[in-house]
């Protein structure tokens, strides 16, 4: 009986001893993964094509020519026959002046002439009467005793020096004739005339006002401005990543606030051909016709850019591009492992971005990059997904 008893206990203990929590513990803890297993990844394939796309850049519309008047003389203003929103035509008078220092001025000129010519007249008179002179004496000379040969070359000698004096008087008479064209020429200064066709945008003094040539240099007001409208320039900063293959005569599309609905084209004209190394862009002058007057110096324009390459570049998905404190780099796929490429990234276009480095078209790249993911890694790909269009 006792040995009944101590074999059922046994039992119960070995029992109570396979269900026990630890034991059930053991049984459900996973199998460790293996440290060497890869990494799966989504995988593109770089594609090669040629770039070509539209970028919008900012730009502003100028007047083709402008021009700030200012007296060429110290004068008061007499009349302005034009006012801001004139239309000009060229050689048109805009504004007059009056100096009455002039007046005294011609007048002095004028006397100057007309002593200068007196003073000719003269000399040609006494030049006329010692020339007969000399004249009678050679033909009274010929015959002989009747006049000394010494009293003939003094004769001659008399003529020569009044031949002296006309010239000089002469050119006394031009140098008159010059002061007198001169204080006409400044007083045609009075009269201020429009230099083109054009549009007076700012008028600032009136009637009254005294003016003088010293304004323009210490930055005082001009009298008016005036711009050519009808042809505007419009300038674009054109980044020196989207100078791309641009060319004389190539047509543009751009818009203005006042008809954001409406595209307007424009030819290239000016290309400056360098870039400016405070802002990295390249100034490029559009030719824009504005016969019909909707378009206004001044405005801002969102100008359509044509960006081009003439050769083919490589294009990833932007997500297959990651940055690390020391690189730009995508990873290549080769032989099932990670490969650290180091780019350049260029233009982005639906999704994709250029990159130029050690890739070539049809490369296996991680589409989805990490430095988490090192050069060397085992990578498993289910499958390669292409970003070709």
Same mark, same amino acid.
């Given at each position: 009986?006792?040995?009944?008893?101590?074999?059922?206990?046994?039992?119960?203990?070995?029992?109570?001893?396979?269900?026990?929590?630890?034991?059930?513990?053991?049984?459900?803890?996973?199998?460790?993964?293996?440290?060497?297993?890869?990494?799966?990844?989504?995988?593109?394939?770089?594609?090669?094509?040629?770039?070509?796309?539209?970028?919008?850049?900012?730009?502003?519309?100028?007047?083709?020519?402008?021009?700030?008047?200012?007296?060429?003389?110290?004068?008061?203003?007499?009349?302005?026959?034009?006012?801001?929103?004139?239309?000009?035509?060229?050689?048109?008078?805009?504004?007059?002046?009056?100096?009455?220092?002039?007046?005294?001025?011609?007048?002095?000129?004028?006397?100057? !002439?007309? +002593? $200068?010519?007196?003073?000719? /007249?003269? &000399?040609?008179?006494? =030049?006329? @009467?010692?020339?007969? %002179?000399?004249?009678?004496?050679?033909?009274?000379?010929?015959?002989?005793?009747?006049?000394?040969?010494?009293?003939?070359?003094?004769?001659?000698?008399?003529?020569?020096?009044?031949?002296?004096? !006309?010239? +000089? $008087?002469?050119?006394?008479? /031009?140098? &008159?004739?010059?002061? =007198?064209? @001169?204080?006409?020429? %400044?007083?045609?200064?009075?009269?201020?005339?429009?230099?083109?066709?054009?549009?007076?945008?700012?008028?600032?003094?009136?009637?009254?006002?005294?003016?003088?040539?010293?304004?323009?240099?210490?930055?005082?007001?001009?009298?008016?401005?005036?711009?050519?409208?009808?042809?505007?320039?419009?300038?674009?900063?054109?980044?020196?990543?989207?100078?791309?293959?641009?060319?004389?005569?190539?047509?543009?599309?751009?818009?203005?606030?006042?008809?954001?609905?409406?595209?307007?084209?424009?030819?290239?004209?000016?290309?400056?051909?360098?870039?400016?190394?405070?802002?990295?862009?390249?100034?490029?002058?559009?030719?824009?016709?504005?016969?019909?007057?909707?378009?206004?110096?001044?405005?801002?324009?969102?100008?359509?850019?044509?960006?081009?390459?003439?050769?083919?570049?490589?294009?990833?998905?932007?997500?297959?591009?990651?940055?690390?404190?020391?690189?730009?780099?995508?990873?290549?796929?080769?032989?099932?492992?990670?490969?650290?490429?180091?780019?350049?990234?260029?233009?982005?276009?639906?999704?994709?971005?250029?990159?130029?480095?050690?890739?070539?078209?049809?490369?296996?790249?991680?589409?989805?990059?990490?430095?988490?993911?090192?050069?060397?890694?085992?990578?498993?790909?289910?499958?390669?997904?292409?970003?070709?269009?």
């Amino acid at each position: 009986m006792k040995h009944w008893l101590l074999a059922s206990t046994l039992v119960m203990i070995s029992s109570l001893g396979c269900d026990s929590p630890s034991n059930k513990g053991q049984e459900q803890t996973p199998a460790p993964q293996s440290v060497n297993s890869p990494t799966t990844v989504s995988v593109a394939t770089v594609v090669s094509r040629k770039l070509h796309i539209t970028v919008n850049l900012p730009s502003q519309l100028v007047p083709y020519e402008s021009v700030d008047i200012y007296p060429k003389i110290t004068g008061f203003v007499q009349t302005v026959t034009v006012d801001r929103g004139s239309r000009v035509r060229h050689g048109q008078v805009l504004v007059t002046l009056t100096a009455p220092e002039f007046t005294s001025q011609r007048a002095q000129a004028e006397a100057a !002439v007309r +002593a $200068a010519q007196s003073q000719l /007249a003269t &000399a040609q008179a006494k =030049l006329a @009467s010692d020339n007969g %002179t000399y004249l009678h004496m050679v033909a009274a000379a010929k015959t002989p005793g009747v006049i000394a040969e010494n009293d003939v070359m003094v004769a001659n000698q008399t003529v020569s020096a009044d031949k002296g004096l !006309v010239d +000089a $008087a002469e050119q006394n008479v /031009a140098a &008159a004739h010059d002061a =007198l064209s @001169s204080i006409s020429q %400044t007083e045609a200064y009075l009269v201020i005339k429009a230099p083109f066709d054009g549009v007076v945008t700012t008028r600032n003094l009136h009637p009254g006002a005294l003016i003088g040539p010293a304004s323009g240099q210490a930055g005082a007001q001009p009298i008016l401005q005036i711009v050519e409208d009808k042809r505007l320039r419009l300038v674009v900063p054109v980044p020196e990543a989207q100078v791309g293959e641009m060319k004389e005569g190539q047509q543009v599309s751009f818009t203005v606030p006042a008809y954001p609905a409406q595209p307007f084209q424009a030819p290239i004209r000016r290309i400056s051909h360098q870039v400016d190394d405070k802002t990295r862009t390249m100034p490029v002058e559009l030719d824009a016709a504005n016969t019909d007057g909707k378009l206004s110096s001044g405005s801002f324009a969102a100008v359509q850019w044509p960006v081009d390459r003439a050769y083919p570049t490589l294009f990833v998905p932007t997500s297959a591009v990651a940055t690390d404190q020391q690189h730009t780099f995508v990873i290549r796929v080769r032989d099932s492992k990670a490969e650290w490429i180091s780019v350049q990234t260029g233009l982005t276009v639906n999704g994709e971005i250029e990159v130029f480095g050690e890739l070539k078209a049809g490369d296996a790249v991680v589409k989805n990059a990490t430095d988490a993911i090192h050069s060397g890694d085992r990578l498993q790909t289910p499958a390669i997904q292409t970003n070709a269009h």
